[in-house]
């Protein structure tokens, strides 16, 4: 079994791309052949010339095309998938999307009227061709699979739920040890990841003077994911000004270059993970905290939710001004059930997974 899975690259896309290796390096030991075919974020220039290239022998050549799908990924507004999914239609190969997020047209987005019609147009238009092109579509939750099915008319049998995989390779250094080398102390209550408004970061700044410990907010110094300097730069502003208007001395800023053993140090010190996302988005942080067995409060949306209901390791904040509380009652808490989900979500267990719904044959 040969599968060309589609993904960026790191330097360009972060979370997805490191997500979609270690992935793929789980499905190698399961006895899959993956062979990666990599494109620098925001663009599809080089991508879409690879596919042509590829098209007359990629049945000879592979079992199946895997794509890491999100809807900007390839820039221009998410347009280059119409491009891609038509090229892969003229070959008979099996192509597999992995949605890591599905947003519904009921989503609340803040632009403007004219920019949020043209946006939900985009999505109607670009889920059609991933429902049409696809033989089967991967979902990180159950939710998305219900918006994908109730709104944008997949059949439900094309669309598998696996939420994201666990890493089962990473190794904490000591807490305490972690703390000293941050040149940190007390209770740490952790924001990482990118630095935009979906995320939050203020809903716990504005909360900090109640919060009992150290808001540590961390963040790559430049847009890996989101691509717009300009608007990391700003948000971070807007931050760093609630900080100082509030007169607040428990938060601090950590904006650098983000390797990954730094990364892992920073959840090695954290007590608690916050995820204070907002709208309908899903989180490769909260697989993450999994990973590392780090506790989380999260804002209520469907994703966290999804999980609240059946393990005990996060909690959700109904209001934002519950964050506080939750806090509080999630650091009293002991026996989480980090062990038990991820032998279920495991990557070793997902690979296997992934190996039963690429032997998928069309009836």
Sequence with gaps: ?????????????????????QLNANQEK??????????????????????????????????????????????????????????????????YTTMHNVLSQKEKFSSGILKTFLRKKLYIYQNSAIRKSSNKVIVHAKFFKDILVKEYKFPEEKVIVLPQGIREDIKLMDKEKAKKELNLKGNIYLVIGSLIPDHGADVIIKQADKIKGTILVVANSKAINDRNDSRIKDWLNYNRNLVKERGL?????????????????????????????KGGIGSGIFADCIATNKPMVGSDIKYFNEFARDWNFI????????????????????????????????????????KEIYKWKKH
């Excluded at 050549?61 to 890491?68: F, K």
């Excluded at 904006?255 to 608690?272: G, N, Q, R, S």
């Design 30 to 95: 399961a006895g899959i052949k993956i062979v990666p075919l990599t494109y620098v974020a925001g663009t599809s220039k080089d991508l879409l010339s690879e596919i042509d290239a590829l098209r007359d022998v990629m049945c000879r050549m592979y079992s199946a095309v895997h794509i890491q799908h999100e809807y900007n990924l390839l820039g221009g507004f998410g347009i280059p998938f119409f491009k891609l999914y038509k090229k892969l239609n003229k070959t008979d190969i099996k192509v």
């Design 249 to 277: 001395k428990n938060v601090r800023f950590d904006i650098k270059d983000l390797p990954y053993e730094l990364w892992w140090k920073y959840f090695a010190a954290a007590d608690v993970v916050l995820l204070p996302y």
């Design 315 to 354: 909690k959700i904040a109904r209001k934002e001004e519950d964050y506080p509380k939750m806090i509080e009652e999630i650091m009293k808490k002991e026996n989480f059930q980090f062990e038990e989900y991820k032998k279920e979500y495991g990557l070793t267990n997902l690979a296997n997974k992934y």
């Design 1 to 21: 079994m040969r599968v060309c899975s589609i993904y960026p690259k790191e330097e360009s896309e972060k979370a997805i791309s490191n997500y979609t290796k």
